[in-house]
């Protein structure tokens, strides 16, 4: 860490907790000690280093957390997702209606790595609320599988990166090959998740394997437009990333923003009916033979 300066989303608590449980879970050790940064109240109060079985070399008093941050929690079972949920209520300051989508989004990912990721350590989930700004960030990773392994179940494709556009796709799914997934996965929530953030003009962040999917800020002079294709939004693929042996999602949403939510949904919900109904046509039109 440098010595004056570190800034830590919770995405990048929630994988390096996710990591360090991996390895001490598996038999191995974390060696290493704390360095006298002025975040290190933060990273002790958000229990890195709990997961890191460091000493973190002081004591500090831990302030309430409720309406401002959900410390690292790693969540094994429906029942401990839903106490998590219980604890996003507070952090979100926001009626039901802007508050629901949100909840959903989070429910919808660490569901999937509960179900579908068979990762070993479950889920690492963490979130933090800034009141100046009145965004609100959360950090979700696994150790499981990942995109790739999951798509290549019912789908051709052969790289991480691939794996993620086709994730990202509505309709599209890593339970089944049928467009529009079965009554237990429609291959809605990642796509659900990048339109909320393409549409409040916030970022999202899908990590797997050996590639890196960043949803870019949305410019004000532009209106926000949901595209089907995620090669087609404003993103970053950045090269070169290190191979994580799970998925990590990260989003940030701005909660004033949520106002608006109940004209986005209707938004989401159109783009996803058009986009796998089109799919679905062509899909009809496909025919096989001598």
């Not at 790693?74 to 209606?97: F, G, M, T, Y």
């Not at 995109?147 to 990202?168: G, K």
Request: net charge positive; charged share 20%.
């Amino acid at each position: 860490m440098h010595p004056k300066w570190v800034a830590v989303h919770p995405v990048v608590l929630a994988m390096t907790a996710c990591l360090a449980q991996s390895v001490r879970e598996s038999g191995g050790q974390v060696v290493g000690a704390a360095s006298a940064v002025p975040t290190l109240n933060y990273l002790i109060r958000m229990g890195l280093f709990r997961f890191l079985g460091l000493e973190a070399g002081k004591e500090i008093v831990e302030h309430e957390e409720s309406g401002r941050f959900i410390p690292l929690t790693q969540i094994r079972s429906n029942e401990e997702l839903k106490k998590a949920i219980v604890d996003l209520v507070p952090l979100l300051h926001a009626p039901p209606a802007v508050a629901d989508p949100i909840k959903y989004v989070f429910s919808e990912m660490v569901r999937n790595a509960l179900e579908h990721s068979e990762s070993e350590v479950g889920a690492i989930v963490c979130a933090q609320y800034y009141r100046e700004s009145k965004r609100i960030a959360i950090g979700i990773a696994d150790a499981g599988m990942g995109v790739l392994s999951s798509m290549q179940r019912f789908h051709n494709v052969s790289t991480s990166r691939e794996a993620i556009e086709l994730a990202l796709q509505p309709g599209i799914t890593g339970v089944t090959s049928k467009i529009g997934g079965n009554e237990f996965n429609a291959g809605a929530g990642l796509f659900f998740t990048k339109s909320i953030a393409t549409l409040s003009r916030n970022r999202f962040f899908l990590y797997s394997g050996d590639a890196m999917f960043r949803l870019m800020k949305t410019r004000q002079r532009y209106k926000p437009e949901l595209q089907s294709d995620p090669r087609k939004d404003p993103h970053q693929f950045p090269s070169a990333v290190p191979a994580w042996s799970g998925t990590v999602v990260g989003i940030d949403l701005n909660i004033e923003r949520g106002i608006e939510f109940a004209d986005l949904l209707e938004q989401i919900r159109q783009a996803y009916y058009i986009d796998v109904k089109k799919k679905k046509d062509y899909a009809k039109q496909i025919r096989f033979g001598p």
